[in-house]
């Protein structure tokens, strides 16, 4: 297991797991709260303009079966077309913070998306909203194409992370922007975390052995056929990449090394 010492800053909170979960998509509540479980995740992202911010609502009630003692809510602006769109449902995710007792809970996944086939965030969109979210107190995790200069412009504004995707949202498609993602994680002083297009336990392995300091997914473990195994294995898959990430692997080389040397054996003789 990954030393406690090794948690993920994500502006002034700390914590133990670099997986993510979102609660869309789901057959059942009941998988949707056992994939949370299993996958021992301490985020889980929830989408406001689905959700009515009263409680009592039986829409929500999967909410209120959850340990938010042990989790943390992060709300996303999911379905906003325009920054004034994601403002207000950022507003929103707040208050719900509040009904779930995390009254000090000011972060928002903040998603401007307008294009209505592919999904791709709006660039500008997201620059505007981020802006005036952060100063207004906000803990800002803007989900981006992978850009690496968008990535910067974020960074200076103040945001908390940026979350470039890897591939169209709920595709399953894997790091499609790979070369782009390495040079925002090679740039960055917040943390990255890849959201979006993991398909897989091994693509989520690659994202962090890469150095991504967490990823965010939804689609891969909710759509699965078995999703609360589905959302042990991501865990894993998690530790793993984070494990061999910070043990660095080993040089790569043109011609094979034996091994066990020659030189070894000819001792024994």
């Known amino acids: 297991m990954i030393e406690n010492r090794d948690k ?25 709260i056992e994939s949370i479980d299993a996958s021992e995740c301490e985020i889980v992202t929830v ?80 620059l505007k909203a981020a802006e005036f979210l952060v100063k207004k107190g906000f803990t800002v995790l803007p989900y981006i194409n992978a850009d690496p200069m968008l990535a910067l412009h974020l960074e200076d504004l103040g945001c908390a992370t940026v979350m470039p995707l890897g591939s169209p949202i709920g595709s399953g498609q894997g790091l499609n922007n790979l070369a782009n993602i390495k040079i925002i994680i090679e740039n960055a002083n917040i943390p990255v975390v890849v959201d979006a297009g993991i398909g897989t336990p091994s693509e989520a392995t690659l994202a962090l052995e890469l150095g991504a300091d967490a990823v965010l997914l939804n689609t891969a473990v909710a759509q699965a056929k078995n999703p609360r195994q589905m959302a042990e294995a991501m865990k ?28 070894n054996i000819s001792k024994l003789n």
């Open 47 to 126: 989408a406001i303009r689905r959700l009515p911010t009263n409680l009592d609502n039986d829409n929500t009630n999967f909410l209120k079966q959850l340990d938010w003692e042990k989790l943390w809510l992060l709300p996303n602006t999911a379905g906003s077309q325009t920054a004034e769109e994601a403002i207000r449902m950022a507003f929103l995710g707040h208050e719900l913070a509040c009904q779930l007792g995390q009254e000090d809970n000011f972060f928002v996944k903040l998603e401007v998306i307008s294009d209505p086939k592919y999904l791709l965030p709006d660039p500008v969109g997201t």
């Open 8 to 32: 993920l800053q994500i502006g002034d909170r700390y914590f133990n797991s670099r997986l993510m979960l979102g609660t869309g998509k789901y057959r059942k509540s009941t998988d949707a």
């Open 236 to 263: 894993l898959g998690v530790q793993a990449g984070r494990l061999g990430y910070l043990a660095g692997r080993m040089e790569k080389k043109y011609y094979a090394s034996p091994s066990s040397p020659q030189s």
